[in-house]
């Protein structure tokens, strides 16, 4: 504000000055008053959150849990968000996509979370929840869509960079290094990204199966080995003022072994032990590596922001996997040993394009566009026989798959501004054909349909502290490539799984309601209705005990749920993000599963709290607290849950390097237990995955950090998910 009075009282004392000066004096005083008022900075406080009309807006410059941290840190405090063990979801979605400055990222997984760990939250303008995408996007999933806004860069920015590591401690250990840099001279912005890990993970399982005949107990152990190395690079040219090209190349070589023990213990209907089957995979080894490429056009049209932007992507997947099973049992007084090799490779080559048109005009806004994807699926599977010490080939438990997936889809909107109310309004088209053959089967199976996706939007401000929406889509879940193959690998002599040529879409209706009261407290009821419903499926023979584990629709389920979050920040010192969920669901089965239906209620709760412990605003401390209550879904029931973390971050040398400490699962109560019935067999399982660890991590910024080197669209992020 001092600024502002100085060049206000320069202002008024130089107006009789013009007057009686010299014209030499005149355009010298002119000159000087001219570059204080470039100087002033004109600055007001941004609403921590806004609700616009297909999405929710939350202004990470005016959080304190996120200030100094990473985009990982800025995702945790964003309302409607789940952030567990780095997995990010939207509440009541099954997923989500992320976007940076509305371009989809083509990562996911460990791969996701590693880039976002490497973009500092304070080079982040905001983040927008879209539980709805419009017709703009993919029908494809229930997932909803994350877009990260960041930063504009200024003309004088040059270069910045960034270096990081960290190391985590839980039953194993697990290490990563990683960097990234961004440069831009005139007219061309480059930017490139690397990161490396390597380590073990541990995941205990226990199940029980209630044969009538009697119980079977069976316990896995598994540690995993996993080395991965993520790289990218991406270049944009501005080709005049107007227009951009740019080609961007990501991908991954990963690396994984496994070893594995199965043990089945057998009882009698009297409890009395009777057997066993014990299982072990020595050797189980996995690559698999990921090139993608995609190049993008856009240019404006006039100055009121009518755009045409076009894209082409080609991705090529490829994984190889060996294992080895040995098998040894005692059943009934007899014993026996078994011991077989397999070897299964995977390629999938995609190929998509589309083209987008924005025509906004003073009362109106018009987007429409197309794309076209092309995905080809070849799957070899051979099984050999070791028993004997030869590799003798069993053509019985080999095969070969091949799937093809081509989909071409239009769509329109039209979105208009009416005093206090919003309004748009969309439809795409999908067509896709699907062929997939298997060759030991000599089978063909093909699929084509065409399908229509309406969204809707509506919002209403009747004032500052107020505003109001509603919104409606219809979504597509396409099943993953994997999953039509219909082909067996057993687990155990007693377990395998199976796909399903005949697996079909299953789609979503959804509705929700929101409320925004003073850009701080949010409030959305919804209502969803899923038809086809796909899931994975366990079916239980109790005369053989042969379990079989596949992919079926066999269900519509209807869900509702409540959503609050709220953000307390009164304190300088505490900043509390907290969220609540209410939900209710009720599932009905098919015949496939004897009509089952199940209800139940849950409950979800969050609260992640930032202590700023210096003046200095340098050194943080966090306690995020997670509650899940027991649910279920499908027709699968789930024990609650709850997550207790705590986190220390520091920040020094002109708070360009951070140092971090996060304690995961402080009293190691993150498991995960379910149930299920299947041809009147109970089933209860239990996952212990090593959840429970503390990651120290240390990480260095140098350069411009204003710069924003800009991510490019592409149009295969859906095809990616499905590998």
């Known amino acids: 504000m001092q600024n502002v009075f100085k060049t206000l009282l320069c202002i008024i004392t130089a107006v009789p000055i013009f007057s009686f000066a010299q014209k030499e004096e005149q355009d010298s005083i002119n000159k ?114 994350v877009n990260i806004v960041l930063k504009k860069a200024k003309k004088d920015d040059i270069y910045n960079a960034s270096i990081r590591s960290s190391y985590q401690q839980g039953i194993y250990a697990v290490g990563s290094a990683g960097g ?23 995941i205990i399982r226990d199940n029980k199966y209630f044969y009538p005949k009697g119980l079977w107990e069976e316990n896995i152990k598994e540690k995993r080995n996993l080395n991965t190395l993520y790289y990218g690079l991406n270049t944009d040219y501005q080709l005049s003022e107007k227009s951009e090209i740019g080609i961007s190349y990501s991908g991954y070589s990963r690396k994984s072994s496994d070893y594995q023990t199965d043990n089945i213990s057998i009882y009698d209907d009297l409890n009395e032990y009777t057997g066993y089957y014990s299982n072990s995979k020595p050797n189980n080894y996995d690559k698999n590596y990921l090139h993608s ?96 010490g030869q590799n003798i080939l069993d053509l019985n438990q080999s095969n070969v798959f091949d799937y093809k997936e081509n989909t071409q889809a239009l769509y329109a909107s039209a979105e208009k501004k009416i005093k ?69 690998i057993y687990s155990n002599p007693f377990s395998y799984i199976e796909g399903n040529p005949l697996i079909r879409p299953d789609y979503i209706h959804s509705i929700e309601l929101s409320h925004t009261y003073k850009n701080n407290l949010n409030t959305s009821l919804g209502f969803s209705y899923q038809q086809d419903g796909r899931n994975t499926v366990t079916i239980i023979d109790p005369n053989t005990n042969i379990s079989k584990t596949t992919y079926l629709n066999f ?43 199940l209800d139940s209620y849950s409950f979800y709760a969050s609260s992640y709290n930032t202590f700023t412990l210096n003046s200095g605003k340098t050194f943080f401390a966090g306690l995020n607290i997670t509650y899940l209550s027991p649910f279920s879904i499908n027709v699968t029931k789930s024990a609650g849950r709850i997550e207790t973390n705590l986190s220390f971050r520091y920040l020094l040398m002109d708070k360009n390097m951070q140092i971090s400490l996060i304690v995961n699962d402080i009293f190691k109560t993150d498991k995960y237990k379910m149930s299920s019935y299947s041809n009147n067999v109970l089933a209860e399982r239990l996952s212990r995955p090593d959840r429970q660890y503390f990651r120290l991590a240390l990480s260095y910024k140098f350069g411009n950090k204003k710069i924003n080197v800009q991510q490019h669209e592409t149009g295969n992020e859906d095809e990616q998910r499905r590998l």
Do not use: C
């Open 420 to 488: 206090n109310w919003e309004f748009q309004f969309g439809l795409r088209a999908e067509s896709t054909q699907t062929t997939g053959y298997s060759k030991n089967l000599n089978q063909t199976n093909k699929n084509n349909y065409l399908k229509l996706f309406p969204t809707a939007y509506i919002s209403y401000a009747p004032n500052d502290n107020n505003t109001f929406g509603m919104n409606y889509s219809k979504r597509i879940g396409r099943p993953s490539f994997y999953m039509a193959n219909p082909f067996r």
């Open 293 to 388: 490429i995609s190049s993008y056009y856009t240019t404006e049209l006039d100055s009121l922001g009518k755009s045409v932007s076009a894209n082409i992507d080609y991705l090529v997947y490829n994984q190889k996997t060996d294992g080895y099973l040995d098998t040894d049992s005692f059943i009934d007084g007899a014993s026996s040993f078994t011991s077989s090799f397999n070897t299964g490779i995977q390629d999938i080559k995609i190929f998509t394009s589309g083209i987008d048109v924005e025509l906004p005009f003073e009362n109106i806004k018009y987007t429409f566009g197309g794309k076209l994807s092309f995905a080809d699926t070849n799957n070899s599977f051979d099984f050999y026989d070791t028993t004997t």
């Open 180 to 202: 990234n840099i961004s440069s831009r001279i005139k007219k061309l912005s480059l930017a490139a990204n690397v990161n490396y890990q390597d380590g073990s993970y541990k």
């Open 32 to 145: 000087i008053v001219e570059q204080q008022i470039k100087e002033v900075e004109i600055t007001a406080n941004k609403k921590l959150i806004e609700r616009k009309v297909d999405r929710l807006v939350f202004n990470v410059e005016n959080s304190i849990s996120a200030a100094g941290g990473d985009a990982i840190d800025a995702l945790k405090v964003t309302p409607g968000l789940r952030v567990e063990n780095d997995q990010i979801s939207i509440v009541g979605k099954s997923g989500v996509s992320v976007m940076i400055d509305d371009r989809i990222l083509q990562l996911s997984g460990d791969d996701l979370t590693n880039y976002l760990k490497s973009l500092p939250s304070d080079n982040i303008k905001s983040i927008e929840v879209i539980t709805t995408p419009p017709a703009k996007y993919d029908a494809e999933g229930n997932s909803g869509i």
């Open 555 to 597: 269900f519509k389920r209807y869900a509702y749920n409540l959503n609050i979050s709220h953000t307390f920040n009164k304190w300088k010192w505490w900043e509390s993000n907290n969220s609540l969920m209410f939900g209710y669901d009720y599932a009905i089965a098919d015949e496939q599963l004897n009509n089952q239906k």
